[in-house]
């Protein structure tokens, strides 16, 4: 499947989103192990999942590319959010994450929204996964619970570290965006409530000027 970047590295099956995200260090002692808040959301319908990413005709469809942002001073603005919305906010971003480290996209899915999920998809240049049908096999098989490690690398157990989001804030339209720290990296997750339910709806890829950071000018 496609690998969000910083989850490829991390997570022990992989993880489907389709951004990247600048480095950023986190103090250990400020993170936990995301798969400790377990992966308990109930799997999205696997044939709504396949048809995000395929045609009637098994054709597969666009995907958009991700926002980025320059650096985190760029990213939208808004006043800080409750307690309670900060907890609600952090408690899906953790399960998000956990479902990801134990290899169960389809129950990930569920807590994000049908924009997020159209984002997503499988990688295409993948001949096991470039068709419906394997999309298909690939996502019952984890929730039968038969072990599935897709992305090189990725080892069994392992459990991501994850901060609490941090600068929560309210913005446009009622959605709710903040900074998480996933291994060192940095996030801008933004999500939205749907049926009193917040869910994911994008991660903001957020790039540092390499040339600044450097001191060297981009030729």
Known sequence: MQLFPC???LAASGALL??????APVGAQDASPAAG?????????????????FSPEGTPLATPAATTFDSEA???????????????VNAVVMELIACFDAGQYARAFALVTD????????DM????????????ALLEAQIAGTPVIDEP???????????????????????????????????????????????????????????????????
């Open 7 to 9: 989850l490829a590295r």
């Open 125 to 136: 240049s993948n001949p096991d996964e470039d068709t419906p049908d394997e999309v298909r």
């Open 115 to 122: 924009d997020a999920a159209r984002s997503l998809g499988p």
């Open 18 to 23: 389709a951004i990247g995200v600048m480095a």
């Open 153 to 219: 690398g990725m080892e069994p157990g392992t459990q991501t570290q994850v901060s609490p989001g941090r600068d929560v804030r309210l913005l446009e339209g009622g959605r709710v965006g903040g900074v998480w720290e996933i291994e060192g990296d940095a996030a801008f997750a933004v999500l939205e409530q749907v049926d009193d339910r917040w869910l994911v709806d994008e991660f903001l890829d957020i790039v540092e000027d390499d040339a600044m950071a450097g001191g060297t000018p981009t030729p």
């Open 37 to 53: 808040a377990g992966c308990t959301a109930e799997p999205r319908d696997v044939d709504e999942l396949v048809n995000f990413y």
């Open 74 to 88: 760029a990213l939208p603005a808004g006043e800080p959010v409750d307690a309670e919305t900060e907890a609600a």
